[in-house]
């Protein structure tokens, strides 16, 4: 089975600087990617590793290390607008066919003034 | 282009009744999927297409059927609602690599 683990709530201040950490277990491995979702609203995707690095999209970065299992998402210059659930996500093998995106439960994002 | 488009928006349904969820996609994505998200729980893979005609069981699919007759829909159907089945539903869909682009999801309540 598939598992993956990541923090249920973070809180920052503006211009703060946030890491969300992310494990996972899953029986194949083709990926990790990040979505952000605002209340309400449907998930958005925000960045992907496929291979271990770092890779970088504005104030968002991620990394990734496939031999520990684990990544996260770096958020830098935090503004109020970042205040969101993210959720980690691992592409895995799928049951019967292809591969199947699998969720972590998402962590809640506060962001202050 | 339209993206993602889910159907309906809302619905009430009472225990016991069908119904089909809609999702049609424009992208020409082979990659096709249903989410339920609920409280706490993070988004649940109900079932998933890699093609028409090819359909798997995600995490939690009891209670659910699918089908994929065509690139463009892959529609949820629910045969026989209960309230554990309230839920907010998400359709995405992809090309199995990096981006899964979501639709604004149906907010399903079943009494």
């Known amino acids: 089975g598939q598992s993956l683990e990541q923090p249920s709530e973070v809180t920052a201040v503006e211009g703060a600087i946030v890491q969300i950490n992310c494990t996972y277990q899953?029986?194949?491995?083709?990926?990790l990617s990040w979505y952000q979702q605002h209340d309400g609203g449907a998930p958005t995707f925000l960045s992907y590793?496929?291979?271990?690095g770092l890779e970088e999209t504005g104030r968002f970065s991620s990394f990734l290390s496939r031999s520990d299992s684990y990544g996260y998402l770096l958020l830098q210059e935090l503004q109020m607008k970042d205040s969101a659930s993210y959720f980690c996500?691992?592409?895995?093998?799928?049951?019967?066919?292809?591969?199947?995106?699998?969720f972590g439960k998402g962590t809640t994002l506060s962001v202050s003034s | 282009n339209a993206g993602v488009t889910q159907t309906p928006k809302f619905q009430v349904l009472k225990t016991g009744q069908s119904m089909t969820l809609q999702c049609a996609q424009d992208?020409?994505?082979?990659?096709m999927s249903w989410y339920r998200q609920d409280p706490g729980m993070g988004l649940r893979l109900i079932h998933y297409?890699?093609?028409?005609?090819?359909?798997d069981q995600g995490e939690v699919p009891n209670g659910y059927n699918v089908s994929r007759s065509t690139t463009e829909d892959f529609p949820l159907r629910l045969l026989s609602a209960a309230p554990s089945q309230t839920s907010v539903y998400f359709c995405?869909?992809?090309?199995?690599?990096?981006?899964?682009?979501f639709g604004q999801g149906t907010r399903l309540t079943v009494v």
């Open positions: 590793n496929g291979l271990d």
């Open positions: 992208m020409n994505h082979e990659y």
């Open positions: 899953t029986s194949g491995f083709y990926g």
């Open positions: 996500a691992v592409r895995d093998r799928g049951r019967q066919a292809g591969t199947a995106l699998i």
């Open positions: 995405a869909s992809g090309t199995q690599g990096i981006e899964a682009f």
């Open positions: 297409s890699v093609g028409a005609g090819i359909t």
